[in-house]
């Protein structure tokens, strides 16, 4: 089985005053606090969760 890519996803702008939607993606992908980052598996559920709320995160592959 093929090793599965890693995202290190990091909140960089506050989810207070955004769209439900918007912050339920962003706890989704487990992230808590402004400069807290998670590592997620890069499958097309995480992909659309940070497509979702772009604005608010910083992706780098890891």
Same mark, same amino acid.
Do not use: F, W
């Given at each position: 089985?093929?090793?599965?890519?890693?995202?290190?996803?990091? @909140?960089?702008?506050s989810l207070s005053g955004r769209l439900k939607n918007h912050q339920a993606s962003v706890r989704? %992908?487990?992230?808590?606090?402004?400069?807290?980052?998670? @590592?997620?598996?890069?499958?097309?559920?995480?992909?659309?969760?940070?497509?979702?709320?772009?604005?608010? %995160?910083?992706?780098?592959?890891?």
């Amino acid at each position: 089985m093929a090793k599965q890519n890693k995202l290190k996803v990091t @909140l960089i702008k506050s989810l207070s005053g955004r769209l439900k939607n918007h912050q339920a993606s962003v706890r989704g %992908l487990g992230l808590r606090r402004i400069r807290h980052s998670v @590592l997620v598996d890069d499958t097309p559920e995480n992909r659309g969760m940070i497509n979702k709320a772009c604005y608010m %995160l910083k992706v780098e592959e890891s």
